[in-house]
C-alpha cells in the first residue's frame, strides 16, 4: 500500500509518511511527516549599510518544525545569532557579516538543514553616477587640453620674441651673414 505526499513523492506508508493517501473509500490521516529541506532566501540588498533578512522555511511538516540558525563568519568560527527564528534580522552590514549560514528545521519525527553563503558587497552604482563621472572626467580632460595648448603658444611666441634684436643697420655683406647664422635680425 502506498501513497503520494503533497510533492507526489511515493512513499510506503509502513514509514509513517503518507498525508494523502491515493486508495479511494480511505480516510486521510493525521500521520507525521518529518521536515523537508528548507528553502532559504535572502530578502533586501547583501550590500554595505544595508539591513537584510535571511528566511528559513520547510514547504512540509507535521507536526510544525521548529528552526535554528547558525552563522560561522570566513574564519570558521561560531558566531550569535536569533536560533528560535524562521527569520534573522541582520541590520547595518558589513564585510564581517559575511560567511556561512546554516539554518535547521526540526520536529519530532526529524529534522533537515539548509545552507548558503552570504556574501556583502559594495553598494552599487547607478547609470546616473555613472553618467555624471564620465561627464565630469570628459569635461576636465577638454578644460586641460585647452590650457596646454594655451602654454604652449604662448611659451612657442616669447621664445621667437626672444631671437630678435634690434640693433643698428649691418655695415657690411659679412656681418649680415653673421648676423643671420646668429638668428639676430638686423637691420640692412
Not at 500500500?1 to 493517501?21: A, M, P, V, W
Amino acid at each position: 500500500f502506498t501513497c503520494k505526499n503533497r510533492k507526489n513523492r511515493t512513499i510506503s506508508l509502513l514509514e509513517d509518511l503518507c498525508t494523502t493517501c491515493e486508495t479511494p473509500g480511505v480516510r486521510k490521516n493525521n500521520l507525521s511527516l518529518p521536515p523537508t529541506k528548507p528553502i532559504c532566501n535572502v530578502q533586501g540588498k547583501p550590500e554595505y549599510g544595508q539591513n537584510i533578512n535571511l528566511t528559513c522555511v520547510s514547504e512540509e511538516a507535521s507536526p510544525s518544525p521548529t528552526y535554528k540558525w547558525e552563522s560561522y563568519d570566513v574564519q570558521n568560527n561560531l558566531r550569535p545569532l536569533d536560533p528560535k527564528s524562521t527569520v534573522s534580522n541582520l541590520f547595518n552590514v558589513t564585510k564581517e557579516t559575511s560567511g556561512y549560514y546554516i539554518c535547521t528545521s526540526t520536529n519530532k519525527v526529524g529534522s533537515a538543514l539548509s545552507n548558503f553563503t552570504l556574501s556583502i558587497v559594495s553598494p552599487s552604482m547607478n547609470m546616473n553616477s555613472i553618467a555624471g563621472i564620465i561627464g565630469g572626467v570628459a569635461a576636465a580632460l577638454i578644460l586641460l587640453v585647452i590650457i596646454i595648448c594655451c602654454c604652449y603658444w604662448r611659451k612657442k611666441k616669447q621664445q621667437e620674441e626672444a631671437y630678435v634684436f634690434y640693433r643698428k643697420p649691418c655695415e657690411s655683406k659679412r656681418e649680415f651673414k653673421k648676423a643671420i647664422t646668429q638668428k639676430v635680425i638686423k637691420l640692412c
